[in-house]
């Protein structure tokens, strides 16, 4: 009896232990031998290391783990190479490359194809930033002078074109893949710090397809949690008449801003008095923004005569530093605080997200630009002025 009830612990033991872990990542990495790789969880708010690993000799590693939910993973690996799988209950995933150039040169295999969609999305994002940067560094080069504005124009273009090709990528992708978890990898994926590849006004009807469908296939997931979330802030900005009314019915009207100046008078940002009208949210007291304070600088002072004005919009916590900033640069535009810094009504209403933020505005209330900075915002500028 006693060796039975023994067995039927041990059983019990080895059935908890089973159940302990049900997804394993295996792979084989060559020129990685003796150098370790990190696995990260993926959360929606953050990024934690949960296991690492040493390479064997012969380029191999394992990690086991478990999950009841489809779970993002991002493998980090030497020389800063580093690649995003999705692992769901009872999967395994092989991964095979090469330490140099990981990330355009792995293959996965598992249970599903979600991992492989990844590798697609991070693939075409990779060109993306790619062709961008190298556009990017061609423009900056060109030397001053109106001889070059056309070459100018052709490269800002060749930018924007580039931009509007990963959009639509993303947008098919989406359509095609709504049913995996990949699909809300490609909501957020960015190519820059400020700039995010969907927009989630513009793209409205691809964060709902989204939505849907993870909720519909996996309800409890953290991941589908946020996305039902975030859906319904951006149901609330709208509610709130954002600015995609402005932008997308051509509304003849724009939300007002109406805020305090540094000698406490308030400032409104309408009627455009001006030709145009650059609208600009900030933190001028972060060390980071003494670039972009320059760059405004460097614009403000070669178009104030020309028609144009800044509004700038300090969402800044500290009056005190804010109005210390202000004397240190000189700033002479249509500096303002809200007091309610980050959680400004105004910032709410005009869709920041992010920031530093700009709009362009013109006298018909027409947004005419958006998010442009140094040379690009003065050239839409130069080329707005020159239409007039």
């Known amino acids: 009896m006693k060796n039975i009830l023994l067995l039927g612990i ?33 959360d929606v708010n953050a990024q934690r290391t949960i296991d690492s690993a040493k390479i064997d000799k012969k380029g191999n590693f394992s990690f086991k783990t478990n999950i009841t939910q489809p779970t993002f993973y991002t493998l980090r690996f030497a020389e800063n190479e580093q690649i995003v ?38 693939f075409q994002l990779n060109r993306t930033k790619t062709l961008t ?26 930018w924007e074109e580039a931009i509007n090709k990963q959009i639509n990528f993303t947008r ?18 960015q190519i820059d710090n400020n700039l995010y590849v ?7 009807h691809y964060f709902k397809v989204v939505a849907s469908s993870m909720s519909a296939i996996y309800p409890e997931s953290q991941y589908t949690k946020a996305i039902m979330n975030h859906l319904e802030k951006i ?35 309408l009627p455009i008095k001006t030709k145009l009208v650059v609208l600009d949210f900030n933190l001028i007291t972060a060390p980071e923004s003494k670039e972009h304070i320059e760059q405004m ?17 300090c969402l800044d916590n500290n009056r005190l530093l804010w109005e210390e900033v202000i004397k240190q640069y000189g700033i002479t535009w249509k500096c303002v605080w809200d007091e309610n810094a980050l959680r400004s009504r105004s910032a709410a209403i005009w869709n920041i997200k992010n920031i530093p933020a700009n709009y362009i505005i013109n006298q018909d209330m027409e947004i005419v630009g958006k998010n442009l900075y140094g040379d690009r915002l003065a050239d839409r500028l130069n080329d707005l002025l020159q239409r007039k």
Not at 100 to 113: A, I, K, M
């Open 198 to 204: 969907m927009d989630e006004i513009e793209d409205l």
């Open 235 to 269: 149901y609330d900005a709208i509610r709130n008449q954002q600015l995609v009314n402005a932008i997308n019915n051509s509304e003849q009207s724009l939300p007002n801003i109406k805020l305090p100046n540094v000698k406490n008078d308030t400032l409104s940002l």
């Open 133 to 158: 940067d190298s556009v990017k560094t061609a423009y900056q080069a060109l030397p001053q002078g109106k001889e070059y504005d056309a070459q100018r124009q052709e490269y800002a273009k060749s």
């Open 10 to 42: 041990f059983g019990l033991l080895l059935a908890a232990c089973a159940e302990e872990t049900n997804v394993e990542i295996i792979g084989n990495i060559k020129n990685a031998n003796n150098t370790t790789v990190y696995l990260d969880q993926n």
């Open 172 to 189: 098919d992708f989406i359509l095609k893949h709504a049913v995996s978890p990949a699909s809300y990898y490609a909501l957020y994926q």
């Open 85 to 122: 799988v999705i692992a769901t209950p009872e999967e395994k995933l092989e991964i095979s490359g090469d330490l140099h150039d990981l990330s355009n040169n792995y293959w996965v295999d598992g249970t599903t194809d979600n991992s492989l969609w990844i590798k697609l999305l991070a």
């Open 297 to 313: 600088k460097a614009v403000y002072n070669k178009f104030k005569n020309r028609g144009v004005e800044i509004y700038q919009v």
